[in-house]
């Protein structure tokens, strides 16, 4: 494929209520696909941290398994904004693994 294996991580950030949060998303990829994935969230406002929560409670069940190019996240949990950064760190991450 046209990724690299290996573990990457990056920083998305995303327009929320309470300002500009972000999520710091580490994912594991063999042969493009992701083996793991492990979300960090850095809210500090409690409706974004509630969000942010719900949002890493199911990614692993949305994204584990996938092929990173055929990623569509945009709803998880309950949250809808937070996946606005997950993406931009999964393109981010995406650039670093190219082969």
């Known amino acids: 494929g046209p990724y690299t294996d290996g573990t990457y991580s990056a920083s998305g ?7 500009t949060e ?3 998303v580490t994912v ?3 042969d493009d ?3 793991d994935v492990t979300v960090v969230g ?4 409690p409706q974004a941290v509630k969000h942010q929560g719900e949002f890493i409670g199911g990614i692993a069940g949305v994204v584990v398994g996938k092929d990173i190019d055929s990623l569509q996240v945009d709803k998880v949990g309950g949250s809808s ?3 606005g950064g997950f993406n931009k760190a999964i393109e981010e991450i995406k650039a670093g693994a190219v082969k």
Request: charged share 15%; glycine share 8%.
């Open 13 to 19: 950030s995303y327009q929320a209520p309470s300002g």
């Open 81 to 83: 904004l937070t996946s």
């Open 28 to 30: 594991t990829l063999k």
């Open 33 to 35: 696909i992701i083996t």
């Open 22 to 24: 972000s999520v710091d």
């Open 42 to 45: 850095g809210a500090t406002d």
